[in-house]
């Protein structure tokens, strides 16, 4: 499909005016932020279910008749999405629940969800002959931005706050972008990265600014539903920092309930920090969204003043969902339950949506036979040190057999050397 065909441009979120998709159009004149409007019936015409039960690519571009751009890069066979969703009958019994799936995004090129939004915004920047991109992030898009962009022979700019974890920072070096690193909290990376991106007409992929990549992120809820064969669950948890995945997985939905291929949106819950709870803040008050002071364990919820806050109440409110707020403790003991019971090591942020969703069975939010999908956002394995604070690493024993069976006789019951 020809991309005037299936698009029919921006609009904003809050006046609603409409914009045609130009170059170095991010945010609306009022300062708000931007949907991608499809022309729906015409996609109608031209892409069918059956299009995808036959399609081999398992990579976000097997969507592409629902994506912002013409074609699909010349190189795909990184393949960015297409992750498993895992029902896992240990953690469901664990939490109270008949029927829980894990949506492993760890699994990732970069080991995030971030991957969807920089493949598809990288392939927008090429179509509008932009080959610099720049953006800011606490850690993971950053990441995920160096990595697409080395794949695909771009050059990126990062901004992210100094105090990001060691191991993000390194990533972003690892795949050779460049790195500016920002003596200060994410709000002010964000606001210079904007600032330098316009004043040298570069390509922002900023999280929460840029409408397209809320597309990029909107195939987690494509593959999903074709994942449970076009059964809608009924509530989906969503860690939520700037609120852009979440706004992000509402569009998914709400892409296909438009193409008539199915006829109800989840429930969509935000789990944020307490440490950063804006959002909860604004739906508890029925208020707008102000700054927080923030300060959290999970770094990548950890945001002052959420960039996509619309969206993402907007995707709270008109799905039915909640928001819920939980402690760094709650956090953290989520983290080594998912990945003892599940083997998948998420970081603290994709750890709140485990916690999320045990506060919201404990509290009856939801019931328990309802069906529900954890997104799994991002990686452990790139936040070491928080993962510790839960475990606590063996004093070495001594080589030889006998020590190593005591050691072992006081740490498994029932082990016996006899
Ligand atoms: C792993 C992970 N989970 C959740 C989030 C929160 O996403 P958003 O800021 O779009 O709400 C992020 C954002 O950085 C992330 O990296
Ligand atoms: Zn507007």
């Not at 109800?264 to 739906?283: D, T």
Request: with cysteine.
């Amino acid at each position: 499909m020809k991309v005037q065909d299936k698009l029919l441009g921006y609009q904003c979120i809050s006046c609603e005016i409409e914009y045609p998709i130009i170059p170095f159009r991010y945010i609306c004149d009022c300062g708000e932020n931007l949907d991608v409007i499809y022309n729906y019936p015409r996609i109608a015409r031209h892409f069918f279910k059956t299009d995808l039960l036959s399609s081999k690519d398992r990579s976000v571009w097997r969507y592409l008749p629902l994506l912002p751009v013409k074609y699909s890069p010349e190189h795909t066979d990184i393949q960015v999405g297409g992750t498993p969703l895992i029902e896992s009958k240990s953690l469901a019994d664990s939490i109270g629940l008949q029927h829980l799936f894990l949506k492993d995004d760890t699994r990732n090129v970069s080991g995030s969800l971030k991957d969807r939004a920089s493949e598809i915004g990288i392939q927008h920047a090429s179509e509008q002959g932009q080959h610099i991109l720049v953006a800011a992030s606490t850690g993971n898009a950053a990441a995920s931005l160096s990595s697409l962009a080395a794949y695909h022979r771009k050059q990126a700019i990062i901004f992210a706050p100094a105090s990001a974890p060691p191991a993000k920072l390194t990533q972003i070096l690892q795949y050779g972008a460049t790195l500016v690193p920002v003596n200060s909290h994410y709000d002010d990376a964000f606001r210079l990265s904007f600032e330098f991106s316009q004043k040298h007409n570069l390509y922002s992929r900023n999280t929460g600014i840029n409408p397209v990549l809320s597309e990029g992120k909107k195939t987690v809820a494509f593959e999903i539903v074709e994942q449970l064969n076009w059964l809608i669950p009924d509530v989906i948890f969503v860690p939520t920092g700037d609120g852009c995945i979440i706004g992000g997985v509402y569009k998914g939905f709400y892409d296909l309930i438009q193409l008539g291929w199915i006829d109800k949106m989840p429930r969509l819950v935000a789990v944020q920090s307490e440490g950063s709870p804006a959002i909860m803040n604004a739906i508890q008050n029925d208020a707008p969204i102000h700054g927080v002071d923030s300060s959290t364990i999970a770094d990548s919820i950890s945001v002052n003043y959420p960039r996509d806050g619309l969206k993402a109440i907007r995707a709270i409110t008109d799905s039915g969902g909640f928001c819920i707020t939980v402690t760094d403790d709650e956090i953290l003991s989520a983290q080594l339950e998912l990945s003892s019971t599940t083997g998948i090591f998420a970081e603290p942020a994709s750890a709140a949506s485990v916690a999320g969703c045990k506060k919201a069975v404990e509290s009856d939010m939801i019931r328990q036979n309802d069906s529900v999908v954890l997104l799994i956002t991002g990686t452990g394995l790139k936040d070491i040190p928080s993962a510790q604070k839960k475990i606590q690493l063996p004093t070495p024993v001594d080589a030889n057999l006998d020590d190593v069976e005591s050691f072992l006789k006081s740490r498994i019951s029932g082990f016996s050397t006899s």
